[in-house]
């Protein structure tokens, strides 16, 4: 029985993904900063383990709890949306910290075991946005676009040990919490500034319309359970949902 660990499991793309792995018979490592078990349906293959992609010591201690792993799917982050003037350096940091830092930390974290084995995989979820730009969005799509670097360097660095690496870049999901949360963590942080308030409040509106192709989070747990059963038969980038595949057509 194959075993996947996921990281930011307690909704969105990382919650389906764990529940769509279970499906499957999988072994299911599920994380995330605060454990809630009742999100899952109860499976003897399912671990919850709390995890802060952020701290070395709560990374460690998960990787160790988890124990043998053959997947890793580096899922957890944070979403800011602001333009640059507004975007304080801590928060910067923060965003780097979670979406760019987190993913190596994990990596770092599992590689040992691969490596012993000469075999596993990892797949970093990162972003449409590192395919076509768009506006408020310039912290958050850096971080994710050093995800994609680091992704492929990376895999040329294992491929000799058995490692494969793969990226999955998500569209836009309006069905996750994504949008909300990062609105409200830019009202937790003054909002837009002033001379911009036009200008963003036309790039929200124009977000928020209605139609057009869109991703699922179901559309993401595909992608990722197809890598995870033949990642020789899949490019080192994959588009997850149909907004996000007709960018990369």
Do not use: H
């Amino acid at each position: 029985m194959n075993t996947v660990l996921i990281t930011g499991c307690s909704s969105g793309f990382g919650l389906d993904t764990a529940k769509y792995f279970l499906a499957q018979g999988w072994k299911v490592i599920a994380t995330m900063r605060t454990p809630q078990p009742d999100l899952f349906p109860a499976s003897d293959r399912l671990t919850v383990l709390p995890l802060d992609v952020t701290d070395d010591q709560s990374v460690r201690a998960a990787v160790e709890a988890a124990g043998p792993i053959d997947v890793l799917v580096n899922n957890a982050g944070i979403g800011w949306l602001n333009a640059l003037e507004g975007t304080p350096i801590d928060m910067t940091r923060a965003i780097f910290e979670t979406n760019t830092i987190g993913t190596i930390r994990m990596v770092q974290a599992v590689l040992p075991q691969f490596r012993a084995r000469r075999a596993g995989l990892i797949i970093n979820v990162t972003s449409s946005v590192t395919m076509k730009p768009l506006p408020l969005l310039s912290v958050y799509s850096a971080s994710k676009a050093a995800v994609n670097a680091f992704t492929e360097s990376l895999a040329l660095e294992l491929e000799s040990w058995g490692i494969a690496v793969r990226i999955v870049l998500p569209g836009a999901a309006p069905g996750t919490s994504f949008g909300s949360t990062a609105l409200s963590r830019l009202e937790e942080n003054g909002g837009f500034p002033e001379a911009y308030g036009e200008y963003a409040g036309g790039v929200i509106a124009a977000m928020r319309q209605p139609g057009g192709l869109r991703t699922t989070s179901g559309d993401v747990a595909e992608a990722v359970w197809r890598i995870a059963n033949d990642p020789s038969s899949v490019s080192m980038q994959t588009p997850a949902g149909a907004d996000a595949v007709a960018l990369a057509s």
